[in-house]
Structures are given as C-alpha cells and as structure tokens.
C-alpha cells in the first residue's frame, strides 16, 4: 500500500499560518504530529482527551471522526469552546485531513 502526501494548514497561537505535509497514519493522530514537529507544550496527558491542551477549532473543512464521551466531557470543561472545536489528539491522520484549516487554540 503506498501512502500519499497530504497537507493542512493551521494557526498558531500567535496567529501565524503553518502549511504542513503528513502521510496517513504517520501518527496515531493529529495531536501527535503536531507535538512531534512543531509544538511542545501541548498533549499533556498524551491523547486521552483528559486534559484539553491540544484544543483546535476547525475553521473550514469537515471531521466525520465522532466526539465520543471523554472528548465532551473535557470540551465542556475549557474555555473558548465553539460548535467548531475537537481535541487534536482524537482525530485520526487520514485523507480526510487533506486542505483542512484550524487554529490551535490557547490554554489556559
Ligand atoms: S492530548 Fe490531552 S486532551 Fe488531547
């Protein structure tokens, strides 16, 4: 099986426009690619959906990927939440990731 290139694009907290390129599956999930390349000081408890530092909004595109229970509950919990927000560390690197859009949100 070979695996293709894709890219997404995302914000950073201080607003500046990232383009990255992943493959499929190169990560368990978002959140570990991120963490990987670009940002240390998020997925705190290593992609359970416990503690909310790996909060993005989604800000054009879709993620078909359900919220599940723990992913609710530790959304209802931070602050800035919109309809648009997931838990990076929740959402499999797959081609539906392809031309995304999101910005990484602050922790408070
Ligand atoms: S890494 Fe902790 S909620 Fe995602």
Same mark, same amino acid.
């Given at each position: 099986m070979t695996k293709e290139n894709y890219h997404f694009t995302y914000y950073d907290e201080f607003k500046k426009k990232h383009h990255t390129d992943f493959k499929t599956n +190169?990560?368990?999930n978002l959140m570990e690619l991120l963490f990987d390349k670009?940002?240390? %000081? $998020?997925g705190d408890c290593k992609g359970?959906? $416990?503690?909310?530092?790996c909060h993005i909004q989604i800000i054009e595109g879709e993620i078909s990927e359900k919220i599940d229970t723990d992913e609710k509950n530790t959304l209802s919990k931070i %602050?800035?939440?919109? /309809?648009?927000s997931r838990l990076a560390?929740?959402? /499999?690197?797959?081609? +539906?990731?392809?031309g995304i859009v999101f910005k990484i949100m602050e922790t408070s």
């Open positions: +190169e990560y368990h670009y940002l240390e %000081e $998020w359970r959906a $416990w503690c909310g530092t %602050e800035g939440v919109t /309809p648009k560390c929740q959402i /499999p690197l797959n081609s +539906e990731l392809n």
